[in-house]
């Protein structure tokens, strides 16, 4: 993850007074924003601060147009009903434009994280440069914005871009090798930064899914402690993953941490692109996944799966794909041991496109891992429910939560 803003200078230069207005101001807006407050009084008791505290936050806050005062709130409380506070989820937005090997996703989120407008552009990636696809990629984005209808430059608070791949710190890069064959620099997303006047906010893909799952989870239980820590595993061409320890997503120094795909499964195996032999994406993956399958097809005489999809309908009713698709989960399940005795969690959730092979799938991992039952009793893993444009979301979510600021 890296934050581009557009005032550099003056980002370490707030006094003490300011930095506890923002925390309280932006605390307000995040119980607006989440719904678990929707008047003054509510505030007051939850923030503990006075009543004129409160008051004076919550009218900047509606001097800003992030906030409005709409009339009566609900309540059970006796006596006068305290006015209700909405966020004014239009006002402000934040385009996301995912990158993709055949193009790029662009979509348009409003406050609420509610996807407004979305579309999505080719790319002919062959063209691309392999060292600094940057400025070539900055050029679409461009083009992408203009095209928008919706995409309003004043209302924006920032332009996210999610990628499938690593900031690498000590070189200042953006490295996308496994998943886009191509890397961009950082020198070129600050150029895009200047050209489009706007904050820019790079976000790997995976944790975008992770946190929108995490979101998810919030919402249907808010004062569940288990959401706060989490592994998220995303299985498409390739194994990438997140984690996301007391609520937020943990990178480490090298913005290198949770890359579960490049475990070694075995010694001296299959060659990856990251250097290293064995690792685990390069057995476990959805092509490698369907390449199994269609062997034990050949052998067995039948016809072979074209896509995951119509893998998931057969493989519990055909024996010769069940034992290709069960052993692919043996696999993965020690691959994941591996990650749980490390970390120490015990939240897994998988995602990416593997959910097509569903429960009976889950039910082998499930069963695999509770054979190692001393170390990660407890556990629990399922398959991702945040939905589609899940990546956009996530980081929409977590720009608002961890980086967005209202006074500073």
């Given amino acids: 993850m890296k934050y581009l803003p557009l005032d550099t200078a003056g980002v370490n230069r707030v006094g003490y007074q300011q930095q506890v207005k923002e925390a309280n101001i932006k605390h307000i807006f995040d119980l607006v924003r989440s719904g678990r407050c929707k008047s003054r009084a509510e505030l007051v008791r939850m923030m503990k601060l006075s009543a004129t505290s409160v008051s004076v936050l919550v009218e900047e806050l509606a001097a800003r147009r992030l906030i409005s005062e ?10 006068r009903r305290p006015i209700s506070l ?29 996807v407004v407008e979305s579309h999505f552009f080719p790319l002919e990636a062959a063209g691309l440069p392999k060292d600094d696809a940057g400025d070539a990629y900055a050029a679409l984005i461009e083009d992408v914005l203009s095209k928008a209808r919706r995409f309003n430059r004043k209302k924006a608070l920032a332009v996210g871009i999610c990628f499938p791949g690593v900031y690498m710190q000590n070189g200042g890069n953006f490295s996308n090798i496994s ?45 569940d402690p288990e959401t ?11 194994i990438s993953s997140a984690l996301i320890s007391r609520g937020s997503i943990y990178t480490g120094p090298y913005n290198a941490s949770g890359e579960v795909g490049h475990m070694t499964l075995q010694f001296g195996g299959r060659p990856c692109a990251c250097g290293n032999r064995g690792c685990l994406e390069r057995y476990v993956n ?3 996944i369907l ?32 034992d290709a698709v069960m052993n692919s989960a043996r696999m993965l399940a020690s691959g994941l041991y591996s990650v749980l005795v490390s970390s120490g969690l015990r939240n897994v959730v998988l995602g990416g496109g593997i959910e097509f092979l569903g429960e009976p799938f889950l039910k082998e991992l499930r069963r695999e891992l509770k054979k190692r039952d001393v ?9 991702a429910q945040a939905g589609p444009d899940a990546e956009c979301v996530g980081l929409a979510q977590y720009f608002l939560d961890k980086i967005y600021t209202i006074t500073t």
């Fill in 70 to 79: 709409t009339g009566p709130a609900h309540t059970t409380l006796p006596g």
């Fill in 291 to 322: 390449e199994d399958a269609r062997a034990a097809c050949e052998q067995a005489g039948l016809e072979p799966p074209a896509t995951l999809e119509e893998l998931g309908r057969r493989y519990p009713d055909e024996t010769a794909l069940n």
């Fill in 86 to 114: 909405t966020l004014n989820s239009n006002e402000r937005q934040i385009a996301v434009v995912t990158l993709k090997r055949d193009g790029v996703r662009y979509a348009l989120l409003n406050l609420a994280c509610e």
């Fill in 228 to 238: 706060l820590d989490m592994i998220f595993v995303e299985i498409h061409d390739r």
């Fill in 179 to 223: 998943a886009l064959g191509v890397n961009f620099s950082e020198a070129s997303m600050v150029r895009l930064r200047d050209a489009l006047r706007l904050p820019v906010y790079l976000f790997n893909a995976t944790k975008g899914l992770a946190y929108a799952e995490k979101k998810r989870l919030d919402a249907i239980n808010p004062d």
């Fill in 375 to 383: 170390l990660i009793c407890d556990l629990k893993l399922n398959y």
């Fill in 286 to 288: 959805q092509s490698a």
